[in-house]
């Protein structure tokens, strides 16, 4: 247990809608990253925010935005969703930016896109 | 740009052998090296971290070993258990002090009773 939690567990979505996928981090983890994960491949980095603000993105359009508040909650947003958008999206935490930093991994959610 | 490979991509063994799992890196430059479970379908959970000043880091049956110059790491379960069967991760952070994790593939197990 990790105290990362996300929500929803599943989510099915039609092509050009826009979806919202939440996560809580541990309480004082100042740094909340995103990655994608298709099937049966390593997850993929999006991008990550420290205290609020954006700190570094991967290879994503940017239809993929996402917001971090103060209370250690974040959001993934993806408009215009294409079928390729269909994943498990994982977010993680760690308590600074460091690359030194252990990061703790949600369950994740998993976006299905018809 | 740094680079992370796992062979093989899958592997079978009977319960009660001991698993070797292989992870390489083509940039030397790490901080760390973690490696991860992956349940099907679940997030990842954390097994070891290993700092770039360490050569290994043990808990309880598993054991990851890491050599820098050579760009490779290497995860040992000992006495495997049908419990063990999952997808197993490694990742190092991209260069720089900030925490974006490159990732490899995966190596599927099964353990079979």
């Known amino acids: 247990e990790t105290g990362v939690t996300q929500s929803p567990t599943h989510l099915i979505k039609t092509r050009g809608q826009q979806v919202t996928l939440r996560c809580s981090s541990q309480s004082g983890h100042n740094t909340v990253s995103w990655y994608q994960q298709a099937l049966g491949q390593g997850p993929q980095f999006i991008f990550q925010?420290?205290?609020?603000?954006?700190?570094g993105r991967g290879n994503f359009p940017p239809r993929f935005s996402g917001l971090q508040f103060p209370n250690y909650s974040s959001e993934l947003n993806v408009n215009a969703l294409e079928l390729d958008d269909s994943a498990l999206y994982l977010c993680a935490s760690s308590p600074g930016r460091s690359g030194g930093d252990e990061q703790y991994f949600g369950p994740g959610t998993r976006l299905t896109v018809t | 740009k740094q680079e992370v490979t796992q062979i093989p991509a899958a592997l079978s063994v009977p319960e009660g052998e001991n698993l070797v799992l292989n992870c390489s890196f083509t940039d030397s430059a790490i901080y760390n090296l973690q490696w991860f479970r992956q349940d099907p379908g679940k997030g990842l959970t954390s097994l070891l971290l290993i700092q770039s000043s360490q050569r290994e880091q043990t808990s309880g049956r598993l054991n990851a070993s890491l050599d820098k110059s050579s760009g490779r790491s290497t995860l040992y379960i000992a006495a495997s258990q049908p419990g063990d069967s999952a997808t197993y991760l490694c990742a190092v952070p991209e260069g720089g002090s900030w925490g974006k994790l490159q990732f490899g593939a995966g190596t599927q197990v099964v353990v079979t009773p």
């Open positions: 925010y420290y205290r609020e603000e954006e700190n």
